[in-house]
């Protein structure tokens, strides 16, 4: 393993600096899964302490968010729906019924909230802007210039597919069905983006290149101090 | 043979047969309302229609000012045609842009053909099917402006050039003739068909520079030249470059003063990289394309996204497909422009801009292409099913969103309202009204186009130096009187002491304005979900100046 890609990988970004001042145990779980991931890649085998720690990962953050109820709607949520039933003319009233207010499609709509809430590129690299949530304050998490890497190295983790389940799939089923409103971000994620993002610097075979991202990291992660 | 030539046709017969439907069914009434971007091109067509000159006078212009936006002139030129046989209707503005839309569905489909990597015949008709009801186009072709003219001569380009890789060096020459065409039709493809040009030319420089291609890449060039003229001349004026407020300036500025320590220059650099990438990646990101795509609520569909929710599968698997053959030409050009496309819309500050970034629909739907092709292979007859009944799925969805909920949810949005204000100032021709101009975007077009203004007396309400200086840029107050109704602020100290109806939205009349200055309640225009467009105020200028303890000069004249 290289160990200057790990550093900028794993701890060169904001999100694993944020844990830690708000629960530095959870930011030395976090820390450890994302290195075993890295570890285990080449390896189809399960490591058993990955497990154990990526468990633990999920019911904190299980334990932290706060869940949006797959039927129940908001204010706000119930006069949308009200006004979108008076949308349909009477011949489609039974459409509009079906489409509106069946428990089936109330779940399925809130499924799809949830699961592309977290599958949203912005959030990860650019502390979800240009389209910040209102009532959300959003924060820095990795730094824009590893995206790249980050997309680099997302094949690697085809490789070996039992950990992509337990690291990506798993907690991608579960945080659609109960969300991902958490103050310190979906923490699930964090292993699988940070390995990717090493994965994706481990190509650089270039001396000088590797110098210039260095130095060009350093500069992106001041930048991105100050604006937090 | 016969035989052959008709079960091959079924598939785009079929396509066909929906695509009238969806692209033509209640065109004049979905969207409901009518933007202004769309009065402005249906209006000017009817000028050059009956008088050879725009709105402003000017002979068979260039670009066209409109509203100083400059539009290349290809759009409002080829409106005339509907509007000579349909009249000047509402259906007539928005067919060119729905015939467009659904031409770019087959050339779509040629493209696939044309691959060479996709063989399953079905694959490839659900592609096209799928491009046929993405909301996406249907969002920019059911409309009266140029977006989908563009992005059809746009993907012509783009299909000749990969021909010219695949077979004959000659329709090179064809596809720099439609890069140049798109160019004239809207405003983004005069940046997108150059960078995609260039890029195809250093991507495929080995094939371009050998022996049997180089004779059709200097015609090429040449004609591609020629053509350009007059958009060459034009970057000589203000009018090539009229949308420069709309890059993010202001948010650079503010995002470069907040980082510590470095010198300007690198804070500049950085600022700049981090807005262009959150801008460029939001383009690629699975939230945008399959969720919640442009939050301008006229640029976008209730309840859905670009791209229907269930297509991240294919996305997802096509990106992948492509990566396992980027050694290949059509992957090596799928991704140049899939790179490319988002480039000119990611300079500026709108978040998703659906129609700006219009030309990225291709190389996505291409990947998704790729990726039904994937799925396909692995499963095939249950994936066919599973697709088929996808597609039925999203038929419903689609019919929910853009033909029920979008004509009443977003009316306001489209500028519903001024066809109806058009017949209450038709039908009291002896009233004068006072259109409030302060805050709401112009409406002289909108009722101009309604009432079928006769476009020499508007063009007589411009400024006669204009056409002197029209690609100038320069400004001017647009205070036009058409009819009996005149657009305007209110200026409220004149207007109450005259005898007219004020017309404005609900934040024009407070309740203590309506009570101090004797106004009447003539009339409201609500959209169908109630909220009010307009309301008109009649004056009382009578009681006005006889409530008054001091008598107002006003008064005296208003007796007369």
């Not at chain 1, 779980?29 to 290195?35: A, G, K, N, R």
């Not at chain 2, 019919?399 to 306001?412: D, M, N, T």
Request: glycine residues 4%; aromatic residues 18%; proline residues 5%.
């Amino acid at each position: 393993m290289n160990i200057i890609w790990l550093v900028l990988g794993v701890i060169g970004n904001l999100w694993i600096w944020f844990v830690f001042k708000n629960n530095f145990l959870l930011g030395i779980v976090l820390l450890i899964s994302s290195l075993l991931v890295i570890k285990n890649q080449k390896s189809n085998k399960f490591s058993l302490f990955l497990i154990i720690l990526f468990l633990i990962i999920v019911f904190w953050q299980i334990n932290l968010t706060k869940t949006k109820p797959l039927l129940k709607l908001t204010e706000i949520e119930r006069a949308n729906q009200i006004t979108r039933l008076n949308s349909y003319p009477p011949y489609l009233a039974r459409f509009g019924h079906i489409l509106e207010e069946r428990k089936e499609f109330l779940i399925l709509y809130r499924l799809n909230e949830n699961f592309f809430e977290i599958m949203n590129l912005n959030l990860y690299f650019f502390a979800n802007h240009p389209i910040e949530r209102g009532a959300i304050k959003e924060f820095e998490k990795f730094a824009y210039i590893s995206l790249p890497f980050f997309l680099l190295g997302l094949p690697k983790h085809l490789r070996n597919k039992k950990t992509l389940i337990l690291i990506l799939i798993i907690p991608l089923i579960i945080f659609t069905m109960i969300g991902s409103n958490i103050s310190i971000g979906p923490i699930s994620f964090f292993p699988f983006i940070a390995s990717s993002i090493y994965f994706g610097l481990e190509q650089i075979k270039n001396k000088k290149l590797s110098y210039l991202l260095i130095i060009v990291w350093f500069l992106v992660l001041l930048q991105l101090f100050s604006y937090a | 043979m016969l035989k052959k030539i008709i079960i091959n046709s079924i598939p785009i017969l079929l396509i066909l047969i929906v695509g009238i439907f969806l692209y033509f069914y209640k065109l004049e009434k979905i969207p409901n309302g009518f933007y202004i971007d769309e009065a402005l091109p249906s209006y000017n067509a009817y000028s050059l229609l009956l008088t050879g000159k725009d709105e402003f006078g000017k002979t068979w212009p260039l670009v066209l000012r409109f509203y100083g936006s400059y539009n290349p002139f290809l759009y409002t030129y080829l409106t005339i045609f509907p509007i000579k046989f349909l009249g000047l209707t509402i259906f007539a503005a928005r067919s060119v842009s729905a015939l467009s839309g659904l031409l770019a569905v087959l050339v779509f489909y040629g493209i696939l053909r044309s691959i060479g990597l996709i063989k399953s015949r079905i694959v490839i008709f659900i592609s096209t099917f799928l491009m046929l009801i993405s909301p996406w186009l249907i969002l920019h072709s059911r409309v009266g402006y140029e977006v989908s003219l563009a992005f059809l001569f746009l993907l012509l380009g783009v299909w000749f050039l990969w021909l010219s890789i695949k077979n004959q060096p000659i329709f090179f020459i064809l596809g720099i003739l439609f890069f140049d065409i798109s160019t004239y039709a809207a405003y983004a493809e005069r940046f997108i068909a150059p960078l995609i040009l260039i890029s195809f030319l250093i991507v495929f420089r080995k094939k371009i520079l050998s022996k049997n291609f180089r004779k059709y890449l200097i015609w090429g060039i040449l004609i591609g030249f020629f053509f350009e003229m007059p958009n060459v001349w034009l970057i000589t004026t203000p009018a090539f470059f009229p949308k420069g407020d709309l890059f993010s300036s202001d948010i650079l500025i503010a995002q470069t003063e907040k980082i510590l320590l470095l010198p300007k220059i690198i804070k500049i650099i950085l600022a700049f990289l981090r807005e262009f990438f959150s801008q460029y990646f939001l383009y690629f990101s699975p939230n945008s394309l399959f969720y919640k795509a442009d939050h301008d609520l006229q640029r976008s569909i209730p309840e859905i996204s670009v791209l229907y929710s269930w297509m991240i599968v294919p996305y997802l698997f096509g990106l992948y497909d492509l990566w396992k053959k980027r050694k290949k030409n059509i992957s090596k050009y799928i991704f140049l422009l899939l790179l490319i496309s988002p480039i000119p819309a990611s300079l500026t500050k709108d978040p998703f801009s659906s129609h700006r970034a219009l030309p990225l629909l291709l190389p996505i739907m291409l990947v998704v292409a790729f990726g039904v092709d994937f799925i396909v292979k692995k499963r095939k007859n249950l994936s066919i099913v599973v697709l088929f009944l996808l597609c039925f799925i999203s038929l419903v969805f689609l019919y929910r969103s853009y033909f029920v909920l979008l004509p009443s949810l977003r009316a306001k949005d489209w500028q519903f309202g001024f066809e109806q204000l058009a017949t209450i100032v038709n039908s009291n021709q002896n009233e004068k009204f006072v259109f409030d101009q302060s805050r709401n975007k112009p409406g002289y077009i909108n009722i101009a186009f309604f009432l079928k203004y006769s476009p020499q007396k508007l063009q007589n309400l411009s400024p006669s130096t204009l056409t002197d200086h029209y690609f100038t840029g320069e400004k001017f107050d647009i205070q036009y009187t058409i009819k009996n109704i005149e657009f305007r602020p209110i200026v409220w100290e004149k207007d109450i002491y005259k005898n007219q109806i004020l017309v404005g939205d609900e934040l024009t009349f407070s309740e203590s304005q309506v009570k101090e200055h004797f106004l009447t309640k003539s009339f409201e225009i609500r959209d169908p979900i109630n909220q009010i467009i307009f309301l008109g105020y009649k004056t009382n200028p009578t009681k006005k100046c006889y409530s008054e303890k001091t008598k107002n000069i006003l008064c005296s004249e208003s007796s007369k």
